[in-house]
């Protein structure tokens, strides 16, 4: 399936454009990690920071979710990918004069928040506009891919980057990587849409939006699974600065390694999902990957072996990657058109802003308790409320008729 994706001019134009913006993205995140770590060594701040970026998913992403359904997908891609490069370029001239503290650092990535609420959903709407309907699984696993493998090379570039030049140098390698990216954009052909039957009315839109998402059975119930995975799990990849420095007592270069090895479970991930498909079988594995996620959580917070660390975590880059993109296929493969970009935006509000918070809360318990108690904690809550809801499922599924 990955061949015949691939065959599509617009898909594989695009998929390129993605290789070298989500290198960049993945290098500016473990820049800013390590710079938040070096300036405060705190948990809390590393909470706060995830916070700023992924918040604002959750607060204007379904807004930004209706104009994706109303305005012109690549006008927005562009806007937004300009503002990226000019915030990247600020951030890169604010470390190599030494001019930056943690409220600038803040401030700056609490804008890039508010720029990805706006693209998200415009990226996710993307894909089907680039690919046949048959084989939106593969374009959705294949994205994911690319996705993963950006999250084990870029933390790698970072690395050498950082302890070569500085951690300017991987600020203004991600300015530049947007670059690719508006060259996609513009050399691909979207598929038009369907009309749309709904009045141009924002609220009510939003509304419709909103009540569809919340009756579709199996679109609510994957939204659910990916929020106890991302409150959870995912923050816990948000806390890694906080493991290389507090745990295994290491630097930058640590930092990148264990990015590295969760990036590598995730690509394996995304190769298991070109196979898999949709249906009844990638729905339960997005349950199971989920229960497993709790139980690698709670190996993750009694080892304190960065070998043995590294094959827990990369176990949990393998659940994470096997929720989030399995559960992003099954609602890209069931979802009505017209409903796309406003449903995709509430995945993404769960998807990439439940991190934040589960990250603030960790952060603050682990001032408290220990980051090692508090992932185990963590761990045991993943796994009992995802088999709870796995368990609520199964009853339904009873009792149902038929």
């Not at 409150?231 to 507090?246: H, S, W, Y």
């Not at 589960?358 to 185990?376: D, H, P, R």
Request: net charge neutral; proline share 3%; with cysteine.
């Amino acid at each position: 399936m990955l061949t015949r994706v691939l065959a599509h001019r617009n898909f594989a134009v695009y998929l390129t454009g993605s290789v070298f913006s989500l290198h960049g993205l993945w290098i500016q995140r473990v820049a800013i990690g390590w710079l938040a770590w070096e300036l405060t060594g705190s948990e809390a701040w590393l909470g706060l920071l995830a916070l700023a970026e992924l918040m604002p998913v959750v607060v204007f992403g379904p807004l930004f979710g209706v104009w994706a359904d109303r305005l012109d997908r690549k006008a927005v891609a562009y806007a937004t990918n300009v503002i990226n490069i000019s915030l990247a370029a600020l951030l890169c001239a604010l470390t190599a004069t030494a001019t930056i503290d943690i409220y600038v650092l803040w401030l700056i990535t609490a804008l890039l928040g508010c720029v990805s609420s706006a693209f998200q959903p415009v990226r996710l709407s993307l894909i089907p506009s680039l690919v046949p309907r048959e084989l939106l699984s593969g374009a959705v696993a294949a994205q994911s891919i690319v996705f993963n493998v950006s999250r084990f090379l870029g933390p790698a570039i970072a690395g050498i980057a950082i302890a070569a030049f500085g951690l300017w140098s991987a600020f203004a390698i991600n300015a530049a990587s947007y670059f690719a990216m508006i060259a996609a954009i513009f050399l691909v052909q979207l598929s038009p849409r369907d009309p749309r039957e709904e009045p141009h009315d924002f609220v009510a839109e939003f509304k419709a939006g909103f009540a569809y998402t919340v009756r579709h059975r199996d679109i609510s119930w994957q939204i659910l699974i990916v929020a106890i995975s991302a409150l959870t799990g995912r923050a816990m990849i948000v806390m890694l600065p906080a493991f290389a420095g507090a745990i295994y007592a290491g630097g930058s270069s640590v930092l990148a390694t264990l990015t590295s090895v969760a990036g590598a479970g995730a690509v394996l991930a995304g190769i298991v999902l070109t196979r898999l498909g949709v249906g009844r079988g990638l729905r339960r594995a997005t349950v199971v990957g989920t229960v497993v996620t709790g139980f690698l959580m709670i190996a993750m917070g009694s080892l304190d072996n960065i070998v043995a660390g590294a094959i827990a975590l990369a176990a949990l880059g393998f659940c994470l990657t096997l929720v989030g993109i399995g559960s992003q296929t099954v609602i890209q493969s069931t979802v009505t058109e017209t409903m796309r970009g406003r449903v995709l935006s509430l995945w993404a509000a769960v998807a990439f802003a439940a991190p934040a918070l589960g990250s603030l809360v960790i952060g603050i318990v682990a001032e408290e308790l220990g980051l090692a108690m508090t992932t185990v904690v963590a761990g045991l809550i993943c796994a009992v409320l995802a088999s709870a809801l796995a368990l609520t499922r199964r009853h339904e599924d009873v009792d149902s008729p038929g």
